[in-house]
């Protein structure tokens, strides 16, 4: 069945590194995928999009790549500040997504 | 803009009885919503996509007679759990599609629903 993975389950890093957090995708090729954030007890918050002919893409401090050659979506969050302290959701086309990563960025 | 609310944030109710979520879009019309439900360190498991005027197609193995799912208008879709027993107990979230975009979904704050 057509699933996603996310590497980790938990991530820390120092505050103004760069973390990088990883999607894994099988048994599907999706056209796109998106990240989002979710805080806890809360909904997903929509970050980014990329499509699979789009080899990456910014907004601010945010940077997602995706490598179909791979079947993986890298999501960077540079400069990382206390406040990007959440879970971090891949998701892709029809509705499948990842379990998340919790990133804790540590002062 | 893109701004989905549910309610209520909460609910406990008791084995038997059952319980009615809504979902709304309050700044743009949503053809298309979405519930999900959420476990724990778990993925969100896509239940059902409703869309407005017609019947909501139910994914598999989610019972479309215990989750009713109604699209009356294009800003509010509700979910109610017939029938509520302890393991329907969860977070449920609801997205909504804005007409014409075919990618982004706007999720709702969730419902965290506990079944006593």
């Known amino acids: 069945s057509q699933k996603i993975e996310q590497n980790s389950e938990a991530l820390n890093i120092q505050e103004g590194k760069t973390a990088t957090l990883t999607c894994n995708y099988t048994?599907?090729?999706?056209?796109?995928l998106q990240w989002y954030r979710q805080d806890p007890g809360r909904g997903p918050v929509f970050l980014l999009l990329?499509?699979?002919?789009?080899k990456e893409k910014r907004k601010e401090r945010l940077k997602v790549t995706f490598d179909t050659t791979l079947k993986q979506s890298l999501f960077h969050i540079t400069a990382s500040q206390p406040a990007d302290s959440a879970t971090y959701l891949c998701?892709?086309?029809?509705?499948?997504f990842g379990p998340g990563t919790r990133l804790s960025v540590l002062p | 803009g893109a701004v989905v609310s549910q309610h209520p944030s909460r609910v406990i109710c008791k084995s038997g009885t059952s319980v009615k979520i809504e979902c709304r879009s309050l700044?743009?019309?949503?053809?298309?919503m979405f519930w999900y439900r959420q476990f724990p360190k778990k993925s969100l498991m896509l239940m059902a996509t409703?869309?407005?005027?017609?019947?909501?197609?139910?994914e598999q193995g989610v019972e479309k007679d215990k989750f009713l799912i109604n699209h009356a208008s294009l800003t509010l879709s509700t979910l109610t759990v017939t029938s509520a027993h302890p393991e329907d107990s969860s977070f449920y979230i609801c997205?909504?599609?804005?007409?014409?975009?075919?990618?982004?979904?706007?999720f709702g704050p969730g419902t965290r629903l506990t079944v006593t």
């Open positions: 997205s909504a599609r804005q007409r014409g975009n075919s990618y982004e979904q706007y």
């Open positions: 048994n599907y090729s999706p056209a796109y």
């Open positions: 990329i499509r699979e002919n789009e």
């Open positions: 998701g892709g086309q029809n509705f499948v």
């Open positions: 700044d743009f019309q949503a053809t298309t």
């Open positions: 409703s869309n407005e005027g017609s019947k909501a197609t139910y």
